[in-house]
């Protein structure tokens, strides 16, 4: 099986950055993903490292340490429409996709 | 470009009554699934399936059922439902060739009353 642990909530101010951190236990790897979800709306795909190191995409970054069984995705420049969910999200060797709980992002003004 | 489709968007079942989910992508994708989603607990894999005809039980499968005649539709049946099943389920598809990328509908708020 897999467990997911990532923190609950995160508030930063606009323009300022904010680490999200993930660690997973899991019987299986076949890569890390992250998700974005906006309140009401369904999740959609942020990222993906199944390799170690960092990963860059404009103002989003995710890293991944397989030995340590952790991950973090990076939010650069924050701006109001970054106020989401970020659900962290492991790949088994069935290539299921096991979610954790997801963080609540707050960006204020 | 419908990507991948639910229906309904909203439903209110009493206690006992039958319903289907339904789900359909028009990505050809081989890989399809149905999540649920409740408040503060992420989403759980209920189904899934990696062709037609092929259909496997997730983390939590009870209550449910699915079945895949077509690579198009994935619909999810629930046939005696529960308080327990109120929650928000989403479809996803993937062409599953390895990088899991997940496209969702838009989900489907069920509450069993």
């Known amino acids: 099986g897999q467990n997911i642990d990532q923190p609950t909530e995160m508030t930063a101010t606009e323009g300022a950055i904010v680490q999200i951190n993930c660690t997973y236990q899991t019987s299986g790897f076949n890569g890390l993903f992250w998700y974005q979800q906006h309140a009401g709306e369904a999740p959609t795909f942020l990222s993906y490292?199944?390799?170690?190191g960092l990963e860059e995409k404009g103002r989003f970054s995710s890293f991944l340490s397989r030995s340590k069984g952790y991950s973090y995705l990076l939010l650069k420049e924050l701006q109001m429409k970054d106020s989401a969910s970020y659900l962290c999200?492991?790949?088994?060797?069935?290539?299921?996709?096991?979610f954790g709980a997801g963080t609540t992002v707050t960006v204020r003004a | 470009n419908a990507g991948v489709t639910q229906t309904p968007k909203f439903r209110i079942l009493k206690i006992g009554q039958s319903m289907t989910l339904q789900c359909t992508q028009d990505?050809?994708?081989?890989?399809m699934y149905w999540y649920r989603q409740d408040p503060g607990m992420g989403l759980k894999l209920i189904y899934y399936?990696?062709?037609?005809?092929?259909?496997d039980k997730g983390e939590v499968p009870n209550g449910y059922n699915v079945s895949r005649s077509t690579t198009e539709d994935f619909p999810l049946r629930l046939e005696l439902a529960a308080p327990s099943q109120t929650s928000v389920y989403f479809c996803a598809s993937s062409d599953g060739r390895g990088v899991e990328k997940l496209f969702f509908g838009s989900g489907t708020q069920l509450s069993v009353l």
């Open positions: 999200a492991v790949s088994d060797n069935d290539y299921k996709l096991s």
């Open positions: 490292n199944v390799l170690d």
């Open positions: 399936s990696v062709g037609a005809g092929i259909t």
């Open positions: 990505m050809n994708h081989n890989y």
